[in-house]
């Protein structure tokens, strides 16, 4: 559950909070390991998913501005841990589902399988037992958004920077990995922040790459154009940011162009970079 503070809730929004509904996701392209044109990814069960306000700010070039007044933006009662995953809506009920997953190649590879991107019954099997170990619901075999991120982030704790994407500065420096969606900080070859997942911006709205510093914070952020919460705002290039959200992370559609973290760990975060601060962002979100 979630407190919502002293703010009227957008329409859309308001009316998903009282029915339940999931939001909508997106397509992504048809290259076997991702969704056809006509096929949608809902929460694999029923009622999962918390609904969200719009995420992000359209306008990827002017910084922000503070809205007037400050006003608190919302505050989770309590964190859900509950790992959901997005699935097509005929696999949902699957003991284990013969569907090509969107992240199937990815999965394939993290899990040690055969990289072919199509799903087999021994796919399904390995899938099945990992999302049981991770607590990923349903476990039906099904490489989608949340059993990719969550493959990626074991794979990713010892050591986030052994490709040495990330350059290593006496400075901290936060890496932005667009390839994986993750994110951590450095310092030197110390890790300062450790490797979360992270949704970088969809077709159209692209997280920037290449080098940007943290110029301006905000901790009770609301976007004056959406009139969304964004909490612990740390501003790195025009109206890009790091910043919490409220629902799932592991989505099928990204951010607009923001880097989104939990609420959990964009409050981490904050307390982590300082303005000035430098980010280092490379790859490309998969399906872009």
């Given at each position: 559950?979630?407190?919502w503070?002293?703010r ?6 308001a009316a ?9 996701h997106?397509?992504?392209p ?5 969704p056809g ?5 809902v ?6 998913g918390r609904?969200?306000y719009p995420?992000?700010?359209?306008d990827q070039v002017l910084p ?12 989770p009662?309590e964190?859900v ?6 699935l097509?809506?005929d696999?949902?009920k ?6 090509t997953g969107?992240?199937?190649?990815q ?6 399988l055969?990289v072919?991107g ?7 099997r390995a899938?099945?037992a ?8 349903p476990a039906?075999?099904?490489a ?12 990713a704790?010892?050591?986030?920077n ?7 500065r ?8 667009l390839n994986?969606?993750?994110m951590?900080v450095?310092?030197?070859k110390?890790?300062t ?8 911006g969809r077709?159209g709205?692209?997280t ?6 943290i110029y301006?914070?905000h ?10 919460p964004?909490?612990?705002?740390q501003?790195f ?5 790091f910043h ?18 939990t609420y959990?760990?964009a409050?981490k975060l904050?307390s982590?970079?300082?303005?000035g ?8 979100r998969?399906?872009?």
């Amino acid at each position: 559950m979630t407190r919502w503070r002293s703010r009227i809730l957008p329409p859309l929004l308001a009316a998903a909070l009282l029915t339940g509904a999931a939001p909508a996701h997106g397509d992504g392209p048809a290259r076997g390991e991702e969704p056809g044109p006509a096929e949608v990814l809902v929460p694999g069960i029923a009622g999962a998913g918390r609904p969200e306000y719009p995420m992000d700010t359209p306008d990827q070039v002017l910084p922000p501005t503070a809205p007037d007044g400050e006003i608190p933006v919302p505050v989770p009662e309590e964190e859900v841990d509950e790992l959901v995953e997005y699935l097509p809506r005929d696999a949902t009920k699957a003991a284990c589902t013969a569907k090509t997953g969107m992240y199937q190649r990815q999965v394939e590879r993290l899990l040690k399988l055969k990289v072919d991107g199509k799903q087999s019954a021994a796919d399904c099997r390995a899938i099945r037992a990992f999302q049981t170990a991770q607590k990923i619901k349903p476990a039906n075999g099904y490489a989608g958004p949340v059993t990719w991120a969550r493959a990626e982030l074991l794979a990713a704790r010892k050591n986030p920077n052994a490709a040495k994407n990330c350059p290593v500065r006496s400075y901290p420096v936060a890496c932005v990995d667009l390839n994986r969606e993750l994110m951590w900080v450095q310092k030197g070859k110390k890790i300062t922040y450790a490797v979360v997942n992270i949704r970088s911006g969809r077709a159209g709205y692209r997280t920037r790459t290449g080098w940007h510093s943290i110029y301006w914070r905000h901790k009770d952020h609301w976007s004056t154009i959406y009139d969304t919460p964004m909490p612990f705002s740390q501003f790195f290039d025009g109206g890009q940011a790091f910043h919490g959200v409220y629902g799932a992370i592991a989505t099928p559609t990204g951010s607009r162009g923001c880097v989104n973290l939990t609420y959990k760990h964009a409050e981490k975060l904050w307390s982590v970079l300082r303005k000035g601060d430098r980010v280092y962002i490379w790859g490309k979100r998969p399906g872009l």
